[in-house]
Each structure stands twice: as C-alpha cells, then as structure tokens.
C-alpha cells in the first residue's frame, strides 16, 4: 500500500526558510524510473508543480520558483525534503507531495493528504 | 513558457455529457494526464497518457488530445462527479498545470 505524508511547520514568518518532510510508504526510491514530487495549492485556487526528485538523483524546479528551492532525498528512511526560502504571504498554501512511477507520462498516481503552511509575521 | 488554458467553470445536468477542455501550443505532442479534486480533498488521478483510465475510475470517463486541445469526457455525468479537475502534462522539464475548471452538476 501506497502511502505518503508531509510534515512542516504551520506557520512560518516571511522571510524565513521553510523546510518540509514528505515521508512515504509502500515503495522505495531506489526503484528504477521512481519520483516524488512536490505541489502547492494555495487557498482556493490551482495547483502548482514545484520539484520533482528521481530515483538516480536528478532533481527538477519550477522555473519560476527554483532559485527558492532544494528538494533531497534519503532513501534509508523513506524521506524527500523540500526547502524553500524566503517565504513571502503569497506562499501560503497546502503543500502536497506525490508520486510518480510511469515512465513516459510521469503522471502523479499518489498524493499525500497535505499539509497547509501559513505565512505570516 | 509553456501555459495549459481551461475554461473557469462548466456545468451541465446529471445524465449529460461533460466536455472539459485543456489548451495548449500543440499539446498533441505532449501526454496529458487530468487530476479531480473535490472540496477538502487531496486531487486523484482520473486520466492518463491523454486516454488511459486508471484502475477504480468509472468508465464514463474518457480521454482524448488533439492539435491544441486535450479533453475530457463524462458520459452520463452523476453529482459525484462535481469537482475541479486540472490537465497537466510536462514541458521542458517541467510540470504545467491548468488553471483548473470547477464543474457543476444541476
């Protein structure tokens, strides 16, 4: 069984560093074409694709967000990390992440519940 | 950059064909996947490589991409299916989501 959940502070202040902890489940990191991915959704409005990390490492950002962003992993434990800086209001929102095993496609399967992170001082 | 373009809301009336459509510059030659989500809720995958069902997803459902258009179809849409559903596929390394469609059944 497929499970992942992410885990951060509530709230934060602008200007601070937002570190997320997305632990997962039922599958590992270490399998060939296997991904995690990170979205936000800030309140009532859309989806917003953020970093995706692969099973050999390669790391991906949202072009509008990536000098912000640091996504890791530790496959020992199950664990991809998003780090991101600066926090600003307009970063606000439940913070999702998934997974992706479909090579070619590299569509979402599985989402975690979510997390809402609130900024502000 | 790449931007996914869909309409803000479509409703229809139980029983009807739904058609939710996802615009962009020859989408045709991407895959694109569609996400429901309703109220409170984490999205779910409803759609995939453009006309792929994913286990556990009625077959009401139904995919297609075209030119600069990918859609997706609900025959005999039911009140269960009222949600936001998003289109994504990948550009450039990249995610893209549409902004979204909120669909109404009544």
């Known amino acids: 069984q497929v499970t992942l959940r992410e885990s951060g502070p509530a709230l934060v202040k602008p200007t601070q560093t937002l570190t997320l902890t997305c632990n997962f489940s039922?599958?590992?990191?270490?399998?060939?074409?296997?991904?995690v991915t990170w979205i936000r959704q800030p309140p009532g409005k859309a989806l917003e694709w953020l970093a995706r990390?692969?099973?050999?490492?390669?790391?991906l950002y949202s072009t509008a967000l990536k000098t912000r962003l640091t996504i890791s992993k530790d496959t020992s434990k199950n664990q991809v990390v998003l780090v991101m800086t600066n926090l600003d209001p307009a970063d606000t929102a439940t913070y999702y992440c998934?997974?992706?095993?479909?090579?070619?496609?590299?569509?979402?399967?599985?989402w975690g519940q979510g997390t809402l992170v609130t900024v502000s001082s | 950059s790449y931007e996914l373009t869909q309409p803000p809301s479509v409703s229809v009336s139980p029983g009807q064909p739904a058609n939710l459509t996802c615009s962009g510059d020859?989408?045709?030659?991407?895959?694109v996947c569609w996400y429901q989500q309703k109220p409170g809720q984490s999205p779910v995958l409803v759609m995939y490589?453009?006309?792929q069902r994913p286990s556990g997803i009625p077959e009401r459902f139904s995919g297609s991409n075209s030119g600069n258009t990918a859609t997706l179809t609900i025959s005999g849409t039911q009140s269960m299916d009222e949600a936001d559903y998003y289109c994504?596929?990948?550009?450039?390394?990249?995610?893209?989501f549409g902004g979204g469609t909120q669909l109404t059944v009544l």
């Open positions: 998934a997974r992706i095993f479909s090579p070619g496609s590299y569509h979402i399967d599985y």
């Open positions: 039922g599958f590992s990191l270490t399998t060939p074409k296997m991904c």
């Open positions: 990390i692969d099973w050999d490492d390669d790391k």
């Open positions: 020859k989408l045709e030659d991407k895959y």
């Open positions: 490589q453009d006309n």
């Open positions: 994504q596929a990948w550009d450039s390394r990249t995610a893209i």
